[in-house]
């Protein structure tokens, strides 16, 4: 999974040629320096809301890496503009494929977690602190759950969310509160380990999958559940299904 290492030299080196711990440490000088969190975002035709998405993300942690999925649109200038990094992939590819390229960037690094976030503005960056709180409290996977409270949520979200989860609940062998999430932390040792190859959704249900046998449990913080409207890329039936028989897939043929 980690094609590519060699273009990630000094690619967490800031402008002034401080290192990424140097730089963290300007975030948030209490936080030692065995933890260094990065973010990453997959963006597509995500003008809009990516640059707000970065710069609530670069209050709480140094580096964010934004993977532009083909947009046409100015996602990629406006994630420069917020100040993060940007990887751009030629061709809409779907999100699997720009979390794994944005993975394949991080996880050779010094990087000890990764942090997941959408970038259609529907995670509160100002959630982000609890769940890495959780992460470096020694939580290797921590979700963010929109389920506590379904004000918000569209119900057909989160009735194919509740139905979804349940069934990873099984699969996994561990709870899991809100399998839909896409806003996590999990620790950099345990998606080094993990052989991933979803192009699409179905990637957060493969991590999960193949990362359950890794760890004690998936740790759940309660999150805004944020939606003003904006169009999402996600079809919850479609996709919904299309994700259920993924987990199907991996977790008869894959998982180990």
């Known amino acids: 999974m980690l094609r590519g290492a060699a273009r990630v030299v000094n690619f967490f080196t800031s402008v002034a040629g401080e290192s990424t ?44 890496v ?14 420069e503009r917020g100040g993060a990094r940007v990887v751009r992939l030629r061709t809409n590819s779907g999100k699997g494929a720009a979390i794994r390229a944005g993975l394949d ?34 939580e290797d996977f921590v979700i963010g759950s929109r389920m506590q409270g379904s004000d918000g949520i569209p119900k057909v979200r989160f009735r194919t969310n509740e139905i979804g989860s349940r069934i990873l609940t099984r699969m996994t062998g561990h709870e899991v509160e809100d399998g839909q999430s896409g806003y996590r932390v999990i620790a950099a040792p345990i ?41 999402s890329h996600y079809r919850p039936f479609r996709d919904t299904w299309t994700v259920s028989w993924g987990a199907v897939y991996y977790k008869v043929f894959e998982v180990d």
Do not use: C, M, W
């Open 191 to 231: 998606l080094r380990r993990l052989s991933l190859s979803a192009k699409g959704y179905s990637i957060e249900t493969e991590i999960l999958l193949k990362a359950a046998p890794r760890v004690r449990r998936f740790r759940s913080v309660p999150v805004r559940a944020i939606y003003d409207g904006e169009p």
């Open 21 to 64: 711990k140097e730089v963290f440490a300007r975030y948030d000088p209490r936080v030692g320096n065995d933890f260094h969190p990065v973010a990453i975002v997959p963006a597509y035709q995500a003008e809009k809301t990516i640059g707000l998405v970065v710069e609530g993300l670069r209050r709480h942690l140094a580096d964010v």
């Open 66 to 79: 934004v993977v532009d999925d083909g947009s046409t649109d100015r996602t990629s200038e406006e994630a």
């Open 105 to 138: 960037l991080v996880l050779p690094t010094d990087a000890t977690h990764v942090a997941f976030v959408d970038a259609d503005g529907q995670h509160d960056p100002e959630d982000l602190p609890a769940l890495l709180e959780a992460a470096r409290s020694g």
